[in-house]
Nanobody
Framework: QVQLVESGGGLVEAGGSLRLSCAASGRTFSNYVMGWFRQAPGKERASVASISLRGVNTYYADSVKGRFTVSRDNSRNTVYLQMNSLKPEDTAVYYC????????????????WGQGTQVTVSS
């Protein structure tokens, strides 16, 4: 498994931007599909975005399409989530996640989680 450490959360006004980072250590980072989930109070953890091994393919939840961008730098063992035009409904704890290459990006197949970072968007 890889160990994941997130950074970059915080408080921002609606319309603002934040960039989350997730640094990985341990097993070979490039063997994992990487992505982000989020969990708002009282709601289930849900997938936000994911990125393939070399960054060619990306997936976004409909609620963030056009506003969020996921990227990865395999030389730095790091995955990013650039969040623009933030809305109050984006408020949640954001979790970095790693899924082995042979699995689809689903909460059921996550083998490593970050500790979570709080993102709060004020109206």
């Amino acid at each position: 498994q890889v160990q994941l450490v997130e950074s970059g959360g915080g408080l921002v006004e609606a319309g603002g931007s934040l960039r989350l980072s997730c640094a990985a250590s341990g097993r070979t980072f490039s063997n994992y599909v990487m992505g982000w989930f989020r969990q708002a109070p009282g709601k289930e953890r849900a997938s936000v975005a994911s990125i393939s091994l070399r960054g060619v393919n990306t997936y976004y939840a409909d609620s963030v399409k056009g506003r969020f961008t996921v990227s990865r730098d395999n030389s730095r063992n790091t995955v990013y989530l650039q969040m623009n035009s933030l809305k109050p409904e984006d408020t949640a704890v954001y979790y970095c996640a790693a899924v082995p290459v042979y699995r689809s990006f689903s909460i059921d197949y996550v083998t490593s989680w970050g500790q979570g970072t709080q993102v709060t968007v004020s109206s």
